[in-house]
T-cell receptor, first 111, second 110 residues
Framework: NAGVTQTPKFQVLKTGQSMTLQCAQDMNHEYMSWYRQDPGMGLRLIHYSVGAGITDQGEVPNGYNVSRSTTEDFPLRLLSAAPSQTSVYFC??????????FGSGTQLSVL | QQQVKQSPQSLIVQKGGISIINCAYE??????FPWYQQFPGKGPALLIAIRPDVSEKKEGRFTISFNKSAKQFSLHIMDSQPGDSATYFC?????????FGAGTRLTVKP
């Protein structure tokens, strides 16, 4: 079972560059989300989606865009990368019971 | 912003000992309180979760104790093993947002 698949695993960007982090799940979960993980701060919600065509902002949405054209895919776009966006990013999908299934993460460095 | 406060930040336990991690949350109308386990370089994985219609849930060596009136819940790891060394996160749901504690780095010494 693939579960939640994230690509790439590592990425280095220069300030001002844009990029898209890919996320796909094969569990037919309606709810998907993106988190960033920073030392000592746990996981913070960036954006989430309750189903195809529906997205909303989380706790730290600035500088990020998302779209949800299908149930399976939930890409995260960095519009103009800044050093403050250096972090580890996790995509997750949520089961009907409430548990989150996380991808393996993308380690992003912005120089 | 709703907060989830987790303690301690780090914990060192001898093999065979009991590891205890605590979590406190603010008011929420939702009823699902999980613990996640994360190994270096991996995403968090659901370890155990509780709904507050019970005060305790046990799965193998892992137990959640829940105190609804105090808005607190804790993770107990019995007979801790070196393989349990990881970072543990508690979480609490708020509307469409699952809020996480800052994490506890557990080290189990052989």
């Amino acid at each position: 079972n693939a579960g939640v698949t994230q690509t790439p695993k590592f990425q280095v960007l220069k300030t001002g560059q844009s990029m898209t982090l890919q996320c796909a799940q094969d569990m037919n979960h309606e709810y998907m989300s993106w988190y960033r993980q920073d030392p000592g701060m746990g996981l913070r919600l960036i954006h989430y989606s309750v189903g195809a065509g529906i997205t909303d902002q989380g706790e730290v949405p600035n500088g990020y865009n998302v779209s949800r054209s299908t149930t399976e895919d939930f890409p995260l776009r960095l519009l103009s990368a800044a050093p403050s966006q250096t972090s580890v990013y996790f995509c997750a999908s949520t089961s009907s019971a409430g548990g989150l299934f996380f991808g393996s993460g993308t380690q992003l460095s912005v120089l | 912003q709703q907060q989830v406060k987790q303690s301690p930040q780090s914990l060192i336990v001898q093999k065979g000992g009991i590891s205890i991690i605590n979590c406190a949350y603010e008011n929420t109308a939702f009823d699902y309180f999980p613990w996640y386990q994360q190994f270096p370089g991996k995403g968090p994985a659901l370890l155990i979760a509780i709904r507050p219609d019970v005060s305790e849930k046990k799965e193998g060596r892992f137990t959640i104790s829940f105190n609804k009136s105090a808005k607190q819940f804790s993770l107990h790891i019995m007979d801790s093993q070196p393989g349990d060394s990881a970072t543990y996160f508690c979480a609490a749901p708020y509307n469409n947002d699952m809020r996480f504690g800052a994490g506890t780095r557990l080290t189990v010494k052989p």
